[in-house]
């Protein structure tokens, strides 16, 4: 079945340090592909999303480029906050809503 | 703005006595997930709605049961809560589509005592 591997955590970084968290899956067909952030005591917030190959995902500084050919997914930044301190999550879906697959998420801290 | 509310944020109750968690949307998405998350793990897929149609996962106890009484509102009934049960527990919707992302609400932090 479809799978999601992410890098172990827990990943921590001084501020304005450069981030990469690594992403691969395991999919048929040509999954959609998110990174999804947990700030504490809190739900899943959409980060980012590519849904076919080469797409670039961006947002707040965030970037993840879908690459078929490696089957990766990996999320950077150029210079993370302490605010970025939180709990990420690669995941992706089939194009039918039937499979929705989590990575088992990369705790992320961030030191002043 | 459109949103996806989960009440109550914090829930406690009693071993063996049956909760009620609530989820409501306003994004009008035909499809309606809940979670179980433990301890920051990846969220756990207890079952979903396409529309009315119930999707139950094949691990999923039959202690928890569903309730969707129209496209906004979607329930999470615990019948017996054990102290295995405690958890977060996260709804979420998505729209049938091209790529399915999910919108998740604040979630609901289930106490057992």
């Known amino acids: 079945g479809d799978s999601v591997t992410q890098m172990e955590g827990p990943v921590t970084l001084s501020e304005e340090a450069f981030l990469t968290i690594n992403c691969t899956y395991t999919?048929?067909?040509?999954?959609?592909l998110f990174w999804y952030v947990q700030y504490p005591g809190e739900g899943l917030q959409l980060l980012l999303k590519?849904?076919?190959?080469?797409d670039k995902g961006s947002n707040k500084g965030f970037e993840a480029t879908y690459r078929k050919e490696t089957t990766s997914f990996h999320l950077e930044k150029g210079s993370v906050q302490v605010s970025d301190s939180a709990v990420y999550f690669c995941?992706?879906?089939?194009?039918?809503?039937?499979?929705?697959?989590f990575g088992p998420g990369t705790r992320l801290s961030v030191l002043p | 703005d459109a949103m996806v509310i989960q009440n109550p944020r914090y829930q406690v109750t009693q071993f063996g006595k049956p909760v009620t968690l609530s989820c409501s949307q306003t994004?009008?998405?035909?499809?309606m997930y809940w979670y179980q998350q433990k301890s920051s793990q990846a969220p756990k897929l207890l079952f979903h709605?396409?529309?009315?149609?119930?999707?139950n996962e094949a691990d999923t106890p039959d202690n928890f049961q569903s309730r969707r009484p129209n496209t906004s509102f979607c329930f999470l009934d615990i019948r017996s809560p054990g102290l295995g049960d405690a958890a977060m527990y996260l709804c979420?919707?998505?729209?049938?589509?091209?790529?399915?992302?999910?919108?998740f609400g604040p979630g609901t932090r289930l106490t057992v005592t």
């Open positions: 979420a919707t998505s729209r049938e589509g091209l790529t399915y992302e999910q919108y």
């Open positions: 999919a048929t067909g040509y999954p959609s």
């Open positions: 590519a849904t076919k190959a080469d």
């Open positions: 995941a992706l879906s089939d194009n039918y809503g039937q499979n929705f697959v």
């Open positions: 994004l009008n998405h035909n499809v």
């Open positions: 709605y396409y529309d009315k149609d119930f999707n």
